[in-house]
């Protein structure tokens, strides 16, 4: 796959406020900017994912592989909450921006219970359950 990149409408893009950087995409015929065309690229190649967990007051992205077991991915936070893993609480992404809380997607049933086998999956919004 070739990624054309230009390096001064790149800079130009990336100083823009996330509202116009969406008009200047589009006045260009473009959807993402090259620099996230590429960052997507290579995580395909590389066969990454990319999970979340949220709380109160922070909302992080975690980069794993492909296939990667919850208690595996859940020691990329801390090795302990992989030692005392007992299961994962999953939201797709899809369905915390659709719904917009996790206990709005609790009300509807979205909320899944996973156990030492699920493999994480790109999007997934996780609340790793541990004891240790």
Same mark, same amino acid.
């Given at each position: ?8 409408a ?11 950087r ?9 959807q993402? $900017?090259?620099?996230d ?5 290579a ?10 967990t949220?709380?109160? =007051?922070?909302?992080?992205?975690w980069?794993? !592989?492909?296939?990667?077991p919850?208690?595996k ?5 801390? $090795?302990?909450?992989q030692?005392?893993?007992? !299961? ?7 369905d915390?921006a659709?719904?917009? $809380? ?7 049933g !979205?909320?899944?219970?996973?156990? =030492? ?11 790793? !359950?541990f004891?240790?």
């Amino acid at each position: 796959e070739v990624i054309v990149l230009a390096a001064e409408a790149e800079a130009q893009i990336a100083e823009l406020d996330p509202p116009e950087r969406a008009e200047f995409l589009a006045d260009l015929g473009l959807q993402r $900017s090259g620099l996230d065309q590429l960052v997507h690229a290579a995580y395909q190649l590389l066969g990454l994912v990319t999970f979340f967990t949220a709380g109160p =007051k922070e909302a992080r992205a975690w980069t794993v !592989r492909g296939g990667t077991p919850a208690p595996k991915a859940a020691g990329e936070i801390h $090795s302990d909450i992989q030692r005392g893993f007992i !299961r994962a609480e999953v939201i797709t992404y899809d369905d915390y921006a659709a719904l917009g $809380s996790e206990q709005a997607v609790r009300d509807a049933g !979205r909320l899944r219970v996973e156990g =030492k086998d699920y493999l994480i999956r790109d999007g997934d919004v996780v609340h790793f !359950r541990f004891n240790v």
